[in-house]
């Protein structure tokens, strides 16, 4: 499948729609049984503090993974995405209540690239900190 953008619809500085993404403690639960990761920092509290975290913080690549939605969603077409790399700068810090944390998400194409492929540039940040740093992703476009 190919992207539902085409190339020359886009130029540098082009704004994806940005997104929020909710994360819960149930949201964690649930990622770990899917990720298989279940490092006590993404679960309990107290092992978390212990170990000098604030509080409980979400898993990076699920801090990733929802990041990349924002292109994903652009495109249409996950296969779109032909390279993703992030750095990670700040844990998500999920507290036990009702609202959790929220990742605020913002992307714009940062170049046009060969082959009908642009680089975008995604903004990730949760309770006003930026928690991924470096995140970009290459994506061809049809």
Not at 24 to 37: E, F
Request: net charge negative.
């Amino acid at each position: 499948m190919t992207a539902k953008i085409a190339y020359g619809d886009v130029e540098v500085g082009t704004e994806l729609p940005a997104q929020s993404f909710p994360v819960t403690r149930a949201t964690l639960v649930r990622y770990a049984g899917a990720s298989g990761d279940f490092n006590p920092i993404h679960w309990n509290e107290r092992f978390a503090v212990e170990v000098g975290l604030p509080n409980v913080i979400a898993h990076g690549m699920f801090t990733m993974a929802e990041a990349i939605r924002v292109v994903t969603d652009w495109t249409g077409d996950p296969g779109a995405v032909v390279e993703y790399g992030v750095r990670f700068t700040r844990p998500v810090v999920v507290p036990n209540d009702d609202k959790g944390a929220v990742i605020e998400v913002s992307a714009k194409v940062a170049a046009l690239l060969e082959d009908n492929r642009v680089r975008v540039d995604l903004l990730a940040t949760s309770g006003g900190d930026k928690v991924l740093g470096m995140s970009r992703a290459v994506v061809q476009l049809g």
